[in-house]
């Protein structure tokens, strides 16, 4: 389900990093999504399984948090307008707070079709 990340490759090499920061900044910006006051994880469609579950898992807070803000957002499409500066998400407020509980769900689904598919050996006891 998760994308393929180039986040290690890249803060591994300070001089890219020194390039590609300003550029990711750009970019976020760009795409507008902060100007309605949603974060970056608000963006993920809910259409699979995995993510269904782990909007079961957010905490009440961050789960209320994110319906209010998806919701501040379509209304702010509706009457085609932005939020106001002081609304919209700042950058130190756009972190991850859905992805980690994806990567944990992925991860136990990996798990669980591991153990499914191992085939167990009985061993055969020598008479003596």
Same mark, same amino acid.
């Given at each position: ?11 591994? &090499? ?56 998806? &919701? ?57």
């Amino acid at each position: 389900m998760s994308a393929p990340s180039m986040t290690k490759f890249i803060t591994k &090499r300070p001089w890219l990093k020194r390039w590609m920061v300003p550029l990711a900044n750009w970019y976020a910006d760009a795409a507008g999504y902060r100007k309605l006051g949603l974060r970056a994880d608000d963006l993920i469609p809910e259409e699979s399984d995995t993510v269904m579950l782990a909007l079961k898992r957010l905490p009440p807070k961050e789960a209320y948090d994110r319906v209010f803000r998806l &919701r501040r957002a379509f209304q702010c499409s509706l009457s085609h307008q932005l939020l106001p500066k002081d609304q919209q998400t700042k950058p130190e407020d756009d972190y991850l707070y859905l992805t980690p509980y994806i990567k944990e769900i992925e991860a136990e689904s990996r798990e669980r079709g591991d153990l499914e598919a191992m085939i167990v050996n009985k061993r055969k006891q020598n008479k003596s």
